[in-house]
């Protein structure tokens, strides 16, 4: 954005050359202003230490991996994505899934067996969106696809829930987790799903304790 300074409105009506502005006193504190203004931000980073430095790229690398991983997440196949989330729940320590067909599965799209005879169900419902958030229906149809058979539902959507949907998940006599698409990157970045180690690097201090007289 751009702005006319006091000095321009006092000669909006005046024939001014280019010259005329150079020559001017506030022509070159203008410039040293803005200069300091750029020159800001490289004293923050002569200012921070290298572990500051470390820190602050790291946070960045996480960050742009996760929106890449959301982007992916909301282009792959629907099918794809529901076995996406029953891999994440399985290295998450959740037990074995079991698929369910990928047409009449009545609003289950997977079920986890939390021990080996599956006494314990956890039903899953996976929903990949691009900008739509998840509504209340949705939540009313997963629990109404329950019937009985659990009382435990893990919903994942790769947008959002909207309000009406976050009350009819906390109200509902089941126990339902909601997991959006911030949630979600948020974990697979955690156990490494869909992702790979690109590199580790070892950062090194002095072995105080090394060099005690003994």
């Known amino acids: 954005m751009v702005r006319i300074t006091g000095k321009g409105l006092a000669n909006i009506n005046k024939s001014l050359s280019l010259l005329d502005v150079e020559n001017s006193s506030g022509f070159f504190e203008f410039y040293n202003e803005e200069n300091n203004n750029v020159d800001s931000a490289p004293k923050m980073i002569v200012n921070s230490s290298p572990q500051d430095l470390i820190d602050e790229g790291f946070d960045q690398i996480e960050k742009q991996v996760k929106d890449e991983l959301l982007d992916k997440l909301k282009l792959i196949d629907p099918f794809y994505f529901e076995k996406v989330i029953l891999i994440l729940l399985k290295k998450m320590g959740y037990g074995d899934f079991i698929e369910t067909s990928k047409t009449g599965d009545g609003g289950i799209d997977g079920i986890i067996n939390e021990d080996k005879l599956g006494l314990d169900k956890i039903y ?20 109404g696809a329950m019937s009985g058979d659990t009382q435990k539902g893990v919903f994942v959507t790769t947008s959002s829930f909207d309000s009406g949907a976050i009350k009819k998940a906390s109200d509902a006599h089941h126990t339902i987790i909601l997991i959006d698409g911030i949630k979600l990157v948020d974990l697979m970045h955690q156990y490494n799903v869909g992702l790979q180690i690109k590199a580790t690097y070892e950062v090194k201090e002095l072995d105080m304790d090394f060099f005690e007289e003994g």
């Open 124 to 143: 899953i419902q996976a929903k990949r969106y691009g900008e739509n958030k998840v509504r209340e229906k949705d939540i009313r149809n997963f629990i």
